[in-house]
């Protein structure tokens, strides 16, 4: 069995971290408002906190929420 490239273990170590906050609250295959902002205040804390214009992340929030809930 071959070892998986670095790119599918990037790929499979997303879906991890996806499958962890996803399903907090409601379906298991989305993230919630509360899911994203537990995963940037975690996973991306770094990045959260290099941001100097807080609007930056509601604007990503914004993107990202398809069903406006």
Known sequence: MSH???TEWCLESL???FQ???????????LSKR???SFMSTDLAAFTKKQKNPDVL????????FNSD
Not at 58 to 65: A, E, F, I, S, T
Request: with cysteine; charged share 20%.
């Open 58 to 65: 509601n604007y990503m929030l914004k993107k990202l929420d």
């Open 15 to 17: 879906a991890a971290v």
């Open 35 to 37: 899911g994203i902002l």
């Open 4 to 6: 998986p490239t670095e």
């Open 20 to 30: 962890k906050y996803a399903g907090q609250v409601g379906n298991s295959c989305t």
